[in-house]
């Protein structure tokens, strides 16, 4: 097949994680002999200079295409964002198309991306389109307002529509009345293929968190937990970045843990798994998730984790890969972590890998992805 993936963005050196897990998905799909395209619209406010138009790429077999005007809120509301979108993926997907030719399916992973396929989908009403829903904001708004019309508008794109947990399918059909699939989220090869630590790390027990530094991510609740855990030699270290970086920093010191909190920043994947053989066990307390790549990405590297019920993690969980506490509960997360620690020879890491591959691996998900693309090309031409 000819694919065309619709992502939110493309990773590079300045943003290693923008887009990184449709790119996972284009490079799983690669593998079983797809001719795969990646494409994104940059409308992003940042910091560092872009080149304006059309960039072309290759990463490795993968034809990488990125569309940077410029930062598009600047033009307020939603709605003109949201055609001239339309008009930019218009330009995009003709010039791919002159490239790579027609694809016989296009997927668009987020709401917004569905959403910039309307004046594709008018002209080349052949070609199937299978939407992806990972976006935590459809869940914010409830079944009113500005988002209850994006949705509504964006998933009317889409042939097939796909959601990465059983609660965000359950969203979308409260929010926005709409049926989906579930298929979740894939893990890169990458951190099934560093090798296991079978002893445990030497020095003091090491706690890791990666996420952006925001209020959905509960890091003020990880930091007053760990705080209060019984281990006072105990690390925790914290991949990632993000706007409250500095209100964090300054808790730690409110808490006396600062001497005892690594701060990584943002880091590329490889950077990630170096990090993760050298951790005992994975903590987030996440407010809301709608699946919660990075729980499956560390226990991918046998590591035990904590997570919280907050909408994606409980589809993936359970006993022998770690424990689950409450959103917002700093007690029960503080014992969770005491627990973790003394509990911690009861975890196998082999058996957390060979899990998590079983059901989240490149192989696993691009199959299935196969199946949906065929089975919305034959409705199509029927």
Known sequence: MNILIISHGIPSCEDPQWGCFELDQARALSRRDHRVTVAALDGRFRHYRRKRGITHEAAGPIQTYLFYLFPLKLLGTWRLISAVRARMMEKLFHRIVSEQGLPDIIVAHYLFSMDSLRRIRKKHPGIPVVGIEHWSRVSESGSAGEMRQRGLRAYGQVDVLLSVSASLQALIRQNFGMNSQVLHDMVDEVFFQAPLKKEKPVGPFRFLAVGSLLEVKGFDVLLKAFARTADPEAELVIVGAGPLREQLEMLCGELGIRHRVEWKGLLS??????????????????????????????MAMGLPVIATRCGGPESFMNEKCGLMVDVDDVDGLTAAMNRMEQGILAFNPEEIRDYIYSRFSGEVIAKQLEKVFEEAIKAKKR
């Open 269 to 298: 994947r490889p950077e990630i798994v170096e990090i993760m053989v050298w951790a005992n066990a994975y903590v987030l307390p996440s407010r809301s998730e709608t699946f919660g790549v990075s729980y499956v990405e560390a």
